[in-house]
C-alpha cells in the first residue's frame, strides 16, 4: 500500500476563504468546540441552511482537510433539527468531544461485511447455490436484530450443503471492497494504529483481507469442507457478537492500547456489543438500530469518514487551523 493512498489531513486555503470567520477564533473556543459536520465539500449553502432551523447560528471555529473531506468544528450546540438538516444536504456529522486520540497508539476492529466489503459474502455464496433468496431474507433479519445470530448462521450455512467449494473462490475473486477501504487501514497504520476484522463471516474471505493490507488480526467462521463440497457446517465456535467484543478487548491488551482508545465500525446488530465496550463505536450506513446506538454514525460518507471523525482529536493541528 503506497503513501499515495493516505488520507492527509491539512488545512486548505479555499476553506479560509469560504469561512472567513475561522481565522478570528480563539485558541480557547477551538478547545471547547464538540461538534463535527463533514462530507465533500461543504458550502456556505450548507450551513445557512443548519442555520435556517436554528434558535442561533452555529459558530465555526476550525476547518481542515481530509483527503477530499471538508471537516468543520463548530463550537455551539448542534441542535436534532440541525442534525436533520445536515443529513438532508448528504453531510454527515459527530460529538467529538472525548474521543480517541489519533496520535496516540490505537486499534480499529471492523466488521467485514457490509462494512470493510459491500456485500454479505454468504448471500453471494447462496446464490451460486441456488438458494440466494432463502438465505438473504434470513441474513436481513439477522443483521436487524431480529433473530438470533448464531441460529440464524448456521440455518443459513445449513441451506449451503453440498455446494462445491469453487464458488468460493468465485466470490473471492470479486470481492468488491468497501470505498476508501485502502485509504482507510494506510492512514491508520501511518498514524502507528493496529487495524482489524471481527467478522460473522467466514476466514476464506477474511485471511484474504488480512493478508491484502497486512492486517494484525482476522477472525471470523471457518466453513466445513470435505472432499471439495460444503457440509453446511462451521468448525468450531461461532464468531458472534460476544465473540467480536472479546476480540477487541484482547487485541487491545496485546498491543498495550488504552481502553479508550480502541474503535469498533460495523453495520448489524451483532456489531453492537464490541461497539459498546470500545472507546468510540461508528456505525457505518448500517441499520436503524445500530445508527441509534452507537456513539456515531456514519450514514453518507465513505468509510474515509473514519479519519474525518478521528482527525478533530488531533489538538495540535486543531489550535492551528
Known amino acids: 500500500m503506497d503513501v499515495a493512498s493516505v488520507l492527509k489531513i491539512n488545512k486548505h486555503p479555499t476553506l479560509f476563504k469560504r469561512f472567513p470567520e475561522i481565522l478570528s477564533v480563539t485558541n480557547t473556543s477551538k478547545r471547547q468546540a464538540n461538534w463535527l459536520v463533514y462530507g465533500n465539500h461543504i458550502t456556505t449553502d450548507n450551513i445557512d441552511a443548519i442555520n435556517d432551523v436554528g434558535?442561533?447560528?452555529i459558530e465555526i471555529v476550525a476547518a481542515w482537510k481530509v483527503g477530499s473531506y471538508d471537516a468543520i468544528l463548530i463550537a455551539s450546540e448542534l441542535t436534532l433539527a440541525q442534525q436533520q438538516v445536515v443529513l438532508e444536504q448528504q453531510l454527515d456529522f459527530a460529538y467529538v468531544s472525548d474521543i480517541p486520540d489519533l496520535s496516540m497508539p490505537g486499534i480499529v476492529v471492523l466488521d467485514?461485511?457490509?462494512t470493510a466489503i459491500e456485500i454479505e459474502c454468504i448471500d453471494e455464496i447462496a446464490?451460486?447455490?441456488g438458494v440466494g433468496e432463502e438465505v438473504a431474507a434470513v441474513t436481513e433479519r439477522a443483521m436487524s436484530g431480529e433473530l438470533d445470530f448464531e441460529q440464524s448462521l448456521r440455518?443459513?450455512?445449513?441451506?449451503l450443503a453440498g455446494a462445491d467449494e469453487a464458488i468460493l473462490t468465485q466470490v473471492r475473486d470479486q470481492l468488491p471492497l468497501m470505498a476508501e477501504l485502502p485509504q482507510l487501514i494506510a492512514t491508520l497504520h501511518h498514524y502507528g494504529w493496529q487495524v482489524a476484522i471481527a467478522s460473522g463471516g467466514f476466514t476464506y474471505f477474511s485471511d484474504h483481507l488480512?493478508?491484502?493490507f497486512k492486517l494484525v488480526s482476522a477472525t471470523s467462521n471457518t466453513l466445513e469442507i470435505i472432499d471439495g463440497k460444503l457440509t453446511g457446517k462451521i468448525?468450531?465456535?461461532?464468531v458472534d457478537?460476544?465473540?467480536k467484543a472479546e476480540i477487541l478487548l484482547a487485541l487491545a491488551e496485546e498491543f498495550d492500547i488504552e481502553p479508550h482508545n480502541t474503535v469498533a465500525v460495523g453495520d448489524g446488530a451483532n456489531d453492537l456489543l464490541m461497539m459498546e465496550i470500545a472507546g468510540l463505536g461508528i456505525a457505518y450506513h448500517a441499520k436503524p438500530k445500530v445508527d441509534q446506538q452507537a456513539d456515531v454514525a456514519i450514514r453518507h460518507a465513505d468509510l474515509g469518514a473514519v479519519i474525518c471523525i478521528l482527525s478533530a482529536s488531533l489538538a495540535e493541528q486543531r489550535l492551528a487551523w
Open 155 to 159: 440455518q443459513r450455512v445449513a441451506a
Open 210 to 212: 488480512q493478508q491484502q
Open 235 to 238: 468448525l468450531g465456535k461461532v
Open 241 to 243: 457478537a460476544k465473540a
Open 112 to 114: 467485514m461485511d457490509s
Open 127 to 129: 446464490k451460486l447455490a
Open 55 to 57: 434558535l442561533s447560528t
